[in-house]
């Protein structure tokens, strides 16, 4: 499975769930990222805080690891019962208490502008 957020994360560590507004989770460019920063989610971003969030599709990983400045993109394994997210997002994906890293894919996710509108297009308006 794939996770893709925060830098700098080691084969072996643990990715646990952080707050909404921990100040990681930020980019100029992203909405979603100041919304969340504030304090204040957009409507219709439903996601758990207290969840870890992982998928099958590696490329919609990527776009969350995007959300972060050079953001990592890390190959995972869930660790505690899996709760489907299938109805809210694009792709299969679930929720876990935590997520083991396994492997750093891309340890420095930075995509160019026209990348990142063709994610947002792509998956965020899906």
């Given at each position: ?10 084969a ?8 909404l ?80 890293v ?7 996710v ?7 509108r ?9």
């Amino acid at each position: 499975m794939w996770h893709g957020g925060v830098p700098g994360l080691n084969a072996g560590d643990m990715i646990t769930p952080q707050a909404l507004n921990a100040g990681q989770h930020l980019r100029d460019d992203c909405p979603t990222c100041q919304a969340r920063a504030n304090g204040t989610p957009l409507a219709g971003d439903d996601n758990d805080p207290t969840l870890v969030y992982v998928t099958t599709d590696r490329e919609y990983a990527r776009l969350y690891a995007a959300g972060y400045p050079n953001g990592g993109l890390y190959v995972v394994e869930p660790v505690g019962e899996l709760v489907d997210r299938g109805a809210h997002d694009p792709v299969p994906s679930w929720g876990c208490e935590a997520a083991r890293v396994l492997s750093v894919y891309d340890p420095c996710v930075s995509p160019t502008a026209k990348e990142a509108r063709r994610m947002v297009r792509r998956w965020l308006n899906a």
